[in-house]
């Protein structure tokens, strides 16, 4: 135990001496891996303190220590947590930016998804972490016009989102219907129609698509997709590039924005 101790307090030592733009780096980084093994299926290297976690021998051992450190008493993260670790070390180095009105706002904003994924990843809900979610909130409320548009509209879909999850139904519709405003939608709503999806489908079936209509255009590039990693991917080449419709749409093809898809998402979450 006594070499656990020695590294907990040699992590903290070398999180703790880097600097504020590198301490936040560190911080995504590791979110970012734990979010990629538990949420989307897939493992991601740090290119940031690749070396933070690798002066104890075996993660294994150290790994109760670090699901004691993310628990509130018996309110631990559930057994399956991936990388464990990672989380962790995103905990120690968010807990030294500093939270202030003079905070970046996308420092902040990220400090606010990793409080919400740890919340998500606790067996119960913790009246704690919505408290400081709670405060983190309203300073990201407060210094929202120093931002651009499209994180004030990420951190209101991410407010809706936790809010839902501690069963604030009526303050999450709010950052929501915000959140539609904000990104230009007038209408929103899924619709249907006949039609095929695949090479060697012989029959049409309902096929769903996104209606909508926005307030005005936008001068926001629509920015090319991610290339997915490998071992996600469906591998199935018989999957058509664009879905064949019986009838022509009557309405114009468009493409909308990362933001703009968020917000329909989380709309029919």
Not at 18 to 37: M, N, Q, R, T
Not at 161 to 185: D, H, P, Q, R, T
Not at 226 to 249: A, R
């Amino acid at each position: 135990m006594q070499n656990k101790n020695e590294f907990l307090i040699l992590l903290r030592q070398q999180i703790k001496n880097l600097k504020e733009d590198d301490l936040f780096d560190c911080a995504v980084s590791h979110l970012l891996i734990f979010v990629g093994a538990n949420f989307a299926g897939f493992e991601r290297q740090s290119v940031v303190c690749k070396n933070l976690l690798e002066g104890f021998e075996s993660i294994e051992e150290l790994k109760e220590l670090f699901f004691n450190e993310l628990s509130f008493g018996l309110n631990k993260p559930f057994d399956g947590a991936r990388f464990i670790e990672h989380l962790f070390a995103a905990k120690e180095a968010f807990s030294h930016l500093p939270t202030s009105s003079n905070s970046s706002f996308e420092h902040l904003l990220w400090k606010y998804r990793f409080l919400n994924i740890w919340s998500n990843i606790l067996i119960d809900k913790q009246i704690d972490l919505f408290k400081q979610m709670n405060e983190l909130s309203n300073l990201l409320f407060k210094i929202s016009s120093t931002t651009t548009k499209n994180l004030q509209i990420e951190f209101l879909l991410e407010r809706a989102l936790s809010l839902l999850n501690f069963f604030e139904f009526s303050s999450s519709k709010k950052c929501l219907e915000e959140a539609i405003k904000l990104a230009g939608f007038k209408q929103l709503q899924l619709g249907g129609a006949l039609g095929k999806r695949t090479q060697f489908q012989e029959k049409s079936v309902p096929q769903l698509f996104v209606e909508f209509e926005i307030t005005s255009t936008t001068n926001q590039k629509i920015e090319e997709p991610t290339e997915i990693i490998q071992n996600t991917k469906n591998g199935d080449d018989t999957l058509l590039e664009k879905i064949l419709f019986d009838e022509k749409p009557k309405i114009k093809n468009k493409k909308l924005i990362p933001t703009k898809l968020l917000v329909f998402w989380l709309v029919h979450y």
